[in-house]
């Protein structure tokens, strides 16, 4: 299993990012896919899933209304879309899977927000 996220960087306040994250390794379109997140110094925490056919998804409070989680099965990609980004959402982003009871992780990207 591989996962490699992509598409973080630095943008201001209000701004907005989508992060990729393409896989492989394993059947993509057989699996719900997450994203995380782990700020500086705080545990890694949910931000959003999307379950195997993408026709449903589920959002941390935080990301509620500002945040998409989307995939391509065709292309084993799964996305998320991160519009008004406000200071706190700064952290790593990394997607997730988790296959035969094991959890995989990429190698996350980096997202800072700041004026």
């Known amino acids: 299993v591989q996962l490699v996220e992509s598409g973080g960087g630095l943008v201001q306040p209000g701004g907005s990012l989508r992060l990729s994250c393409v896989a492989s390794g394993f059947t993509f379109s057989a699996y719900a896919m997450s994203w995380y997140r782990q700020a500086p110094g705080k545990g890694r925490e949910l931000v959003a899933r999307v379950s195997s056919g993408g026709g449903s998804t589920n959002y941390a409070d935080s990301s509620k209304g500002r945040f998409t989680i989307s995939r391509d099965n065709a292309k084993a990609t799964v996305y998320l879309q991160m519009n008004n980004l406000q200071r706190e959402d700064t952290a790593v982003y990394y997607c997730?899977?988790?296959?035969?009871?094991?959890?995989?992780w990429g190698q996350g990207t980096q997202v800072t927000v700041s004026s």
């Open positions: 997730s899977v988790t296959r035969d009871s094991r959890v995989y």
